[in-house]
């Protein structure tokens, strides 16, 4: 199943999880905040949600992401 993001687009989604926003996670990440927003959408379009809080809980229930990170 984890093979439905990138692995980039999982560390993304296991920052915004954590209570991150985009400024801090292209800090925490090295990328640009372009960048984290593209990964952000194409998460939320792959998991078919209509937002972040939501494809956190879907990736959960995929067991995309660990109950414990």
């Known amino acids: 199943?984890?093979?439905i993001i990138s692995k980039r687009e999982?560390?993304?989604l296991e920052l915004i999880?954590?209570?991150y926003?985009?400024?801090e996670i292209a800090s925490i990440l090295y990328?640009?905040?372009n960048t984290v927003k593209t990964h952000r959408k194409s998460v939320i379009?792959?998991?078919a949600c209509r937002?972040?809080?939501a494809s956190v809980r879907k990736a959960f229930e995929l067991q995309i992401l660990p109950l414990a990170i």
Do not use: F, H, R, W
């Open 1 to 3: 199943m984890k093979d």
């Open 45 to 47: 379009e792959k998991l």
């Open 17 to 19: 999880s954590l209570g």
């Open 31 to 33: 990328l640009s905040l």
């Open 51 to 53: 937002n972040a809080p």
């Open 10 to 12: 999982q560390e993304v």
């Open 21 to 23: 926003i985009d400024k």
